[in-house]
């Protein structure tokens, strides 16, 4: 994604990044991690505010810094980063509401030919099944990998 | 200050005190979704996927 982006810290493995979202709302924590499933080399990304005081969590809370388009780049960034450590993994993303998970879509749409170039990207249709993912249609959840990986493009 | 650079030149400070979130499953019901869509779907079938388009 060409927008600009947070600068991220991350553990030496990156599975898990930290950044800061600047804005009307003062600086707020967040946190991409990257959590093995139940099938080898599939991650889910996770991502929400972090609350340092409380120590918790939260993939629903809605932060109006006016800051989308720069959180999500960097959420972004992060698959780079994470993928060329593991060049093998494959990722599943979706919003933790169905709004969000349009407005996941959106991202996805707006960038497509850019991520196009490194990743093959799909969608979890209606009917219970991959493909590879079209402009304009509803997901349930996103799956990304690199193009390596994808022998048959 | 340790750092990484990606090959997109995307710099990350690398900080160690955030191992303390690994193994944690923080998004409990967004990782229970998404083993349930891989029970059903698995991974795409990059093949069958190919042929259908």
Partial sequence: ?153 | MKTHTTSKGVTVIIDNSLKKFKGRNLFPEKLKRANEILAHAGVPDLKKLKNKC
């Fill in chain 1, 1 to 153: 994604m060409k927008h600009s982006k947070y600068l991220c810290k991350a553990e030496d493995s990156f599975l898990v990044f930290k950044f800061s979202s600047e804005g009307s709302k003062g600086l707020v924590q967040k946190i991409v991690i990257y959590t093995e499933t139940g099938s080898e080399n599939v991650y889910n990304l996770g991502f929400g505010d972090y609350d340092s005081q409380t120590g918790s969590m939260s993939d629903r809370s809605v932060t109006n810094n006016g800051d989308s388009a720069k959180v999500l780049a960097t959420v972004a960034a992060t698959v780079y980063t994470f993928t060329e450590m593991n060049p093998a993994a494959w990722i599943m993303a979706s919003g933790s509401t169905a709004a969000r998970t349009r407005l996941y879509r959106m991202a996805i749409t707006n960038n497509l030919s850019e991520i196009s170039e490194h990743f093959a990207i799909f969608g979890y249709n209606c009917e219970g099944r991959w493909e590879y993912f079209v402009v304009g249609k509803a997901y349930e959840a996103f799956m990304i990998t690199r193009k390596e990986n994808d022998d048959t493009l």
